[in-house]
């Protein structure tokens, strides 16, 4: 089959389109070659005919659908422009991917829009991974550069490269952070630092806005990053190239200048800078022309403070930062000099003088203001011997002014690069290899030395891109152009040559049996340009000429190049006598030789440089004095011995642009190829004009072409046969791959130069892939249709069989209906006969049911009566026992209270003698004693008071007795007189007459009874009334009570979610502190560590330069302390033994209370300490220095005020209690208690003010101060200071080790820092914390309290070298863990405030709170080294065992990779049949960290939290790893992943570990196997996997449908559709999910340590053996 056979009907091809550049369309019948045309259907359905002459003119054929998206544009099958473009389009638009590989070359388009792919997590992802594994991106560019260097040890190059706004310099700065990350083993050193610090600056100085990028690099700069012998960077040196200095005088429509300028002007407010008379950008004309003042998001104050950070950290100082900006304001105020024209034809020009920018100028840069007014407007001429001075036209002036802005700018700039660099510079010997970044805005530069430079509008066009080749061409070419394709030319030749050159090396390594590939060299041009009497020879020769024109150079060219001997790629125009053309590789272009000489030339006034040199600024005259000796060295070293000459522009640029060649060619390169989209900055907007002229300036599709004349297409025998086994005969077994393919390709493919065997791969050539793809089609559509005869006959059978049994089924229901009618039949008449016999016997049971219950009843109350006649006997004789009974109890009891009455009197009497007997005894005993009777003063005063109040008490009882009395005797004379009035009524009553009287008072009687019925009957009805009322007001007040009762409900649940939100919120607020401030421990370790290492250095280079002797005080140190001085620095690093050095924590809380303390104020004798220490009792013979009086008298400073805020807080308590006192005291005095019990009560209060004076007494007694001197004064304190100390005594403890001083460090030795790892193992679990806690125990117990913190101090110390030892070491890390931890519980649970409320548990005497903080930092830190050796040692496996592995053999064979997974073109070969990847030496990491722990004891929780932790980290690093690899995204692959989880799962679980949320880690892992293994075609599918996937961020979920991979024919890639509506669902269900691709692969949780009551340790019940070597301690 040939390639015209491809040409049938369907076949998809491109044709031209006038918008869109290229479109598809369909064949709608095959090719006939008779025919002059062919018949297509576009994409809108649209018919049309397409002329075909001859076969050049076919359409270019589409590649097949499994190609679309491929991210190696050289893996295409048909390779051509239509198919590279379609490509990117795709990728670009509907996968969002912006990286594409196309062969070396990395195509790079500009989204314009953020994207969240350049975190560290990325980082971390393709940190040590293949190039080809990965997704295209600009990190896999660092890596393969970084890999092969340090591999390889060969220099590497990345050539980053584009139009102005393609994205270069932003590719750049991502390359170098990467190679901070990375070289800087995942902490940044200071090189890294000031590589990073270098951007800002050189944005400030070399970036200006343009029309199209706001932020443009205006010069070309090559940073050689260098690294050492490790891997890390250790220095770094920065090139730069042509600077367009162009732009410092001239700004075009819509751009601005430089930005520093705009960011001086922004401060022009500010005090420091009101010196520089700066004014707004409007009011400057070289900031002004562009009309354009500001950047819309851009604040350029705070650009500036950014500018002057990175300035201060780069070692810039502040003055020669002022002094920069003095420059700089100087040229902004030279722009505004005023320069008039004067004499009759104007040939004279003048400065008026008072010009105040000239004065500004002059000022700013220390140069004399009159010399350079007139050297500005007058010019110095040498003729025959003579010096005239000549007068310039106003406009020659102006051109000198400018001239002379570009060249301080020039210089300036060169400078800050230099001083960069040697900030940059290695401090650490010369790197052993290099890594150059190469980023060029458009193209090669020079140095510009001497007195030269481009003319104003050379580097302004530079916009357009340069080293990206593409070629400048405009109407009107001039010099600057011609320069610009000069430079493409040398590039594009580099390129080419590269690119073959890979290619041939990728045939020869696979023995290819290949002819040379021809590509286009555009040698020929070049020396046309460069070679000798080329176009710069002449240039040069005729810039020497004293009377050298442009015209006359011409006519050399046309001389040399077409009269002498025709050059091919030089013509003369035809119209023209003026201009040339040259035949670029890309196009012709015509330069117009107008102004060619003079912008060579290009001079400045030597006057107004010797100006400057004589500048009073230093830098300004440093900036020009070495300008001038390098220049003369430049001279000399090019002409030895000659006559000297100007440096001409052409020979400037020549000859940098060589050094940059020989630079690049000595190196292996690596290019990136930056692309524009559209002209508009629209976010994912694709422009198929734009991108595709780029893509044929820019060598893309020259490097395609390259590709395509070879062997483009490449696979290894293993995947063409997992691909193409349906073509091949035979036994298909993929062992015997190789020699099947070689047996079959010449059957399908008959023309052998089409293809090629090689070692390990065959080579096929552009469009062969396509013919197998076709061939596999047709024989799979045969086989189909032979699956589909097969298919129809089995369902017809099926059919068939199904009938059948339908028939034989319905016959069987039938038959089975009739036997069950039968049946029924027979079911009824045997019931009516039941029916029958049960009514008969129903009737005979009734009638004796009902005799047999007229019985009973006889019979029952018959015997009720008598037993009712029981019962009353019975009650009757009950009543009268209890009669009995109750007076017999009564009898008892009276007696009983008789005899108890008499013996209580008696005790009492007894008890009374002896309580007064006692109450004697007591007051003699008070009287006895002195301070008593001086304690009881108060009291006897108070109970003199409470006497007179009880007195007072006693006499109103009386008063109040003697009233009752006289208010009973008044009450019995008004009875005696009622009584007399009721006998006269009453015997007025035996009278029968009734009186008159009477007789009324009966009438007023009976009214007023009337009348009292009438006010009760209406009292009644308002009564009634008022009860109707209240019944609703209870009916109201039931409801309003409902509804408050609903309210409060409601209201408790609110409050009760809002507590629960509130918990929730400071929870994690808790969380996040913990987190940050574990964090902030692990940067403080690693700049310990930082600290030790280039304290390490320091002393090797000490030692080289000479032996230094070292102070014995300091040798005394267990560890050096670090260099910073926070709280946690000095509570880690105190010393553990007692030096001439002072105590951290005293001076910690020194800094604290004093921070405008400094050490190194001297300290006078005559100061208030020497009444200090007299007055505590301090022996006066101890000699101290000065910094130790220091520090001991502003420790006393803070101790004082310590004290007394303590003192005053005991008498406030004290205080309170007096006065809680004095309330009882009262409340007793106002109850009726008996004087006895008010006297015990006062004894017992008195007893308590007795206890309370001792203990104040005892406080005030407690020397405090000499303990803190005895902390910060040297350990010489003699014993009789030591006795001085009075310390409150505790209660001695048994069972303690004691160790003398001097085996102290022999006991950190033995058990901690030279403790072998096999007798630690053997150890029991924090053996050695409980030695140490019951030796600092003892010597608390023994009163020594400075020793006791000294010990403490020391043994953290000494786990922490421990830990730094044991660095790498699992098992005794976990040791150092568990004794830490144990050791810091042990302190905490003994401490005072732990133990105030308990009695069970004897506190500790000496505060050890600050080593406690110091030991649970020290917790902290060993857990994460725990983590951290572990995670070092799982970040090489995890990918490989989690995503790699092949635990499920059925799925390897069948998943057959598809092209879309073959490697890169170029990419390095990998060794075939390596060991293949397993879960088994990921789950031995983890048994390895489990055992280690489980060993030691540690905690369950502690444990938990730990493999959360790790994976998380391993879910984090698998989950990034799969999103960056499209080979990983298939259903196949999916099922391994999953199944490699579930071990993983099923581990952590046989393990006890998931409760802690260890497998719930793996939830986005577990999603995004299920997303790669759910259906995705239908609608009910995307629901279904949105309703799944709810741990993915949209991005995420999307990201894998784009890389999802058909794994065989049967599957099928995701429609654009789905994802569409995927994404439409997204937005509707999941807003809360946060927008992010990649999971943090840095994320570290907060550990929290649990607390649990220990038991009391005792020395018997340790277990020491003997080759711990600790028997010098001693049981107590």
């Not at 004065?359 to 003579?386: D, I, Y």
């Not at 013919?771 to 089609?777: I, K, P």
């Not at 004064?1273 to 014993?1279: E, G, K, R, V």
Request: hydrophobic residues 35%.
């Amino acid at each position: 089959m040939g390639p015209l056979e491809l040409y049938c009907q369907g076949a998809t091809v491109w044709v031209p389109d006038e918008d869109a550049v290229w479109i598809s369309a369909h064949l709608l019948c095959d090719y006939n070659p008779e025919q002059k045309k062919i018949f297509l259907q576009l994409g809108d359905g649209q018919e049309m005919h397409y002329p075909v002459s001859s076969l050049s003119d076919l359409p270019p054929l589409g590649n097949p659908d499994i190609l679309e998206g491929e991210n190696d544009l050289t893996a295409l099958s048909f390779l051509h422009e239509p198919a590279v473009l379609h490509n990117l389009r795709v990728r670009f638009l509907d996968y969002n991917s912006i990286y594409t590989y196309c062969g070396i070359v990395l195509v790079a388009i500009n989204p314009y829009d953020q994207l969240p792919i350049y975190g560290e997590e990325v980082i971390d992802a393709y940190s040590g991974q293949d190039m080809a594994d990965m997704e295209p991106h600009i990190f896999s560019v660092a890596e393969e550069a970084y890999r092969t260097m340090t591999r390889e040890e060969k220099n590497q190059s990345i050539i980053i490269s584009g139009e102005s706004g393609s994205g270069k310099t932003v590719s750049a700065k991502f390359t170098m952070r990467y190679f901070a990350v990375v070289g800087g083993a995942a902490q940044q050193t200071s090189v890294e630092e000031r590589v990073l610090a270098s951007n800002p600056i050189m944005e400030a100085i070399g970036n200006a806005k343009t029309i199209r990028n706001d932020n443009s690099s205006r010069f070309g700069k090559y940073i050689e990053i260098g690294f050492g012998r490790k891997g890390d960077i250790i220095g770094a040196n920065m090139r730069t190239y042509l600077l367009e200095k162009s732009r410092v005088v001239f700004q075009a429509t819509s751009e601005r200048n430089y930005h520093i300028f705009y960011q001086l002007c922004s401060a022009r407010n500010y005090p420091e800078l009101r010196e520089l008379k700066l004014l707004a950008p409007d009011d400057f004309r070289y900031t002004s022309q562009g009309g354009d003042m500001q950047i819309p998001g851009t604040n350029d104050l705070a650009e500036l403070k950014r500018t002057s950070d990175a300035l201060t950290t780069l070692g810039v100082q502040g003055d020669q930062q002022m002094e920069l900006f003095r420059i700089i304001a100087a040229i902004l105020h030279l722009g505004n000099v005023n320069i008039q024209a004067s004499g009759r034809s104007s040939d004279r020009s003048h400065i008026d003088g008072d010009d105040r920018s000239l004065a500004n100028f002059s000022k700013l840069l220390g140069v004399e203001r009159p010399q350079m007014a007139h050297w500005l407007c007058n010019r110095r001429l040498t003729v025959g011997g003579e010096t005239l001075v000549k007068p310039v036209s106003g406009q020659q002036a102006l051109e000198a002014r400018d001239a002379l802005a570009k060249h301080i700018y020039g210089q300036m700039f060169t400078w800050t690069v230099h001083r960069l660099n040697s900030a940059l510079r290695s401090q650490r010997g010369n790197p052993k290899s290099f890594i150059g970044v190469l980023d060029i805005y458009g193209s090669v530069g020079i140095h510009l030395i001497k007195y030269y430079d481009f003319y104003v509008i050379v580097l302004r066009f530079l916009s357009v891109c340069w080293l990206c080749c593409r070629f400048e061409t405009f109407t009107r070419n001039s010099f600057e152009q011609f320069c610009i394709n000069y430079a493409n030319e040398k590039l594009q030749q580099q390129f080419n040559r590269h690119v073959f050159h890979l290619e041939q090396e990728e045939y020869i390594r696979e023995e290819l049996d290949w002819h040379r590939i021809d590509f286009s060299d555009n040698q020929l041009c070049i020396s046309l340009i460069e070679g000798q009497l080329g176009l710069l020879d002449l240039l040069d020769e005729e810039c020497r000429m004293p009377k050298g024109s442009d015209e006359s150079w011409v006519r050399k060219l046309y001389d040399q190049h077409l009269s002498s001997k025709s050059h091919p790629h030089f013509l003369k125009p035809r119209m023209s006598n003026s201009a040339f053309i040259v035949l670029h590789f890309a196009d012709k272009v015509q330069y117009e030789c107008q102004g060619f000489l003079d912008k060579n030339r290009d001079t400045v006034h030597v006057e107004l440089i010797n100006i400057l040199k004589a500048s009073q600024s230093e830098l300004v005259a440093e900036l020009f004095q070495q300008q001038s000796t390098s220049a003369s060295m430049a001279n000399e070293s090019i002409h030895p011995g000659r006559r000297t000459h100007k440096l001409t522009v052409g020979f400037q640029f020549r000859q940098s642009l060589q050094m940059l060649m020989d630079t690049l060619n000595s190196t292996t390169p690596h290019y990136v190829r930056c692309i524009k989209p559209n002209d508009l900055k629209e976010p994912f907007m694709f422009d198929p004009k734009r991108t595709v002229q780029q893509l044929r300036a820019c060598g893309v599709l020259e490097t395609i072409r390259i590709s395509a004349a070879g062997y483009p297409s490449r696979w290894t025998y293993e995947e063409f046969f997992t691909r193409y086994r349906v073509l091949l005969r035979g036994a298909h077994d993929q062992a015997q791959a190789h020699g099947l393919c070689r047996q079959a390709l010449p059957e399908l493919i008959p023309d052998s130069e089409q293809y090629r065997f090689g070692k390990t791969k065959v080579f096929f050539r552009a469009g062969q892939v396509a013919l197998l793809e076709r061939l596999r089609a047709e024989r799979l559509r045969v086989s189909t249709v032979i699956i589909q005869s097969w298919v129809r006959r089995w369902l017809a059978q099926v059919h068939f069989h199904r009938t059948q049994w339908a028939i034989v089924t319905i016959q069987r229901y039938t038959r089975g209906a009739l036997a069950r009618r039968l049946a029924l039949t027979k079911r009824y008449t045997k019931a009516a006969l039941i029916i029958q016999k049960t009514y008969r016997m129903v009737l005979v049971r009734q009638l004796f049911l009902m005799i047999r219950q007229a019985t009973v009843t006889i019979q029952a109350f018959t015997r009720g009566t008598l037993a009712r006649r029981r019962y009353q006997k019975i009650v009757s004789e009950r009543a009268a026992v209890l009669l009995q009974t109750r007076v017999r109890g009564w009898l008892a009891r009276r007696a009983y209270r008789r005899v108890r009455a008499a013996v209580v009197y008696m005790q009492c009497c007894v008890r009374r003698c002896a309580a007064r007997r006692e109450l004697l005894k007591l007051k003699k005993e008070a009287r006895s004693v002195e301070k008593f009777r001086e304690l009881n003063k108060g009291m006897e005063v108070k109970l003199m008071q409470l006497q007179l109040r009880l007195d007072q008490e006693v006499r109103a009882s009386t008063s109040l007795r003697e009233t009752l009395n006289s208010e009973r005797n008044a009450a019995k004379a008004e009875l005696e007189t009622l009584q007399a009035a009721l006998q006269k009524l009453q015997s007025q009553k035996e009278d029968p007459v009734p009186s008159p009287e009477i007789i009324k008072e009966v009438e007023e009687q009976r009214k007023a009874n009337e009348k009292a019925a009438q006010e009760i009957e209406k009292l009644t009805k308002e009564i009634q009334v008022l009860k109707n009322d209240r019944e609703s007001f209870v009916k109201e007040k039931n409801t309003l009570s409902a509804d408050i009762l609903a309210q409060k409900q409601a209201g408790e649940e609110s409050t009760h979610e809002a507590v629960l939100k509130a918990t929730n919120a400071i929870k994690n607020d808790l969380d996040e502190e913990r987190r940050k401030y574990q964090g902030l421990l692990r940067d403080f370790t690693r700049l310990e560590q930082r600290y030790d290492n280039l304290r390490e250095m320091s002393l090797l280079t000490e030692h080289t330069k000479g032996h230094k002797r070292t102070d014995s005080t300091q040798s005394l140190s267990f560890e050096p302390l670090s260099p910073t001085l926070s709280p946690l620095s000095l509570s880690l690093a105190g010393p553990p033994f007692q030096s001439g050095f002072p105590s951290p924590e005293p001076v910690r809380r020194v800094s604290v209370t004093f921070p405008t303390f400094e050490t190194s104020v001297p300290w006078s004798t005559e100061n208030p300490l020497d009444q200090l220490m007299q007055s505590l009792d301090v022996a006066p013979a101890v000699k101290m220095k000065g910094d130790d009086l220091a520090h001991a008298y502003d420790a006393v400073r803070v101790a004082n005020k310590f004290l007394e805020n303590q003192l005053r807080n005991q008498q406030n308590h004290w205080q309170s209690e007096i006065e809680a006192l004095k309330s009882q005291l009262i409340k007793v005095s106002s109850s009726n208690v008996l004087p006895q019990n008010f006297q015990d009560l006062l004894e017992a209060r008195e007893q308590e003010c007795v206890r309370l004076r001792r203990e104040l007494k005892d406080l005030k007694a407690c020397s405090t101060l000499r303990r803190l001197l005895t902390q910060v004064l040297p350990a010489s304190t003699t014993a009789e200071e030591s006795s001085t100390v009075t310390e409150p005594k505790s209660t001695s403890v048994t069972g303690l080790l004691e160790c003398r001083k001097k085996d102290e460090v022999k006991l950190f030795k033995n058990l901690i820092t030279d403790l072998r790892g096999d007798i630690a193992l053997s150890l029991p679990p924090g053996l050695s914390a409980s030695v140490l806690f019951l030796s600092l125990r003892h010597m608390d117990q023994s009163g020594d309290q400075a020793r006791t913190r000294s010990f403490c101090s020391a043994s953290v110390a000494a786990f922490k070298t421990a830990l730094k030892k044991y660095n790498n070491d699992l098992d005794m890390t976990a040791l150092l863990l568990k004794n830490s931890c144990l050791l810091h519980d042990l302190l905490t649970q003994h401490s005072a405030k732990q133990t105030c409320d308990s009695d069970e548990i004897v506190p500790l005497v000496s505060d050890l709170s600050d080593q406690t903080r110091a030991l649970s930092d020290l917790c902290i830190q060993a857990y994460q080294q725990l983590l951290c050796i572990t995670e070092t040692r799982l970040q090489n496996i995890v990918v490989p065992a989690l995503l790699e592995s092949e635990s499920i053999s059925s799925l390897s064979g069948s998943a057959g990779k598809l092209p879309l997974s073959r490697k890169r073109a170029g990419s390095d070969p990998r060794a075939v049949g390596g060991e293949a990847s397993n879960m088994g030496p990921l789950l031995r990491e983890l048994g390895a960290l489990h055992t280690a722990m489980t060993r030691q004891a540690l905690p369950p929780e502690l444990m938990e939290q730990a493999f959360h932790q790790l994976t998380y980290l391993m879910c984090a690093s698998a989950f990034n790893s799969l999103l960056l690899r499209k080979d990983m995204c298939s259903w196949s692959r999916g099922m391994q992943i999953r199944y490699n989880v579930s071990l993983l799962e099923e581990w952590l679980r046989s393990r006890g570990l998931s409760a802690g949320g260890a497998v719930a880690t793996l939830e986005p892992l577990i999603q995004a196997v299920q997303l790669l293994q759910l259906g995705k075609k239908t609608e009910a599918d995307a629901q279904s996997l949105v309703q799944t996937c709810t741990a993915l961020s949209s991005q995420q979920i999307v990201k894998i449908l784009t890389l999802y991979t058909p794994h065989s024919d049967l599957d099928e890639r995701v429609t654009l559709n789905f994802i569409r509506t995927v994404q439409g669902l997204l937005k509707n269900s999941s807003d809360s999910q946060p927008p992010q691709l990649l999971m943090e692969g840095r994320q570290v949780f907060p550990v929290t340590f649990p607390s649990s009551p220990l038991p009391n340790l005792h020395a018997d019940q340790l277990k020491i053996p003997d080759n711990l070597k600790i028997s010098f301690l001693r049981k107590t």
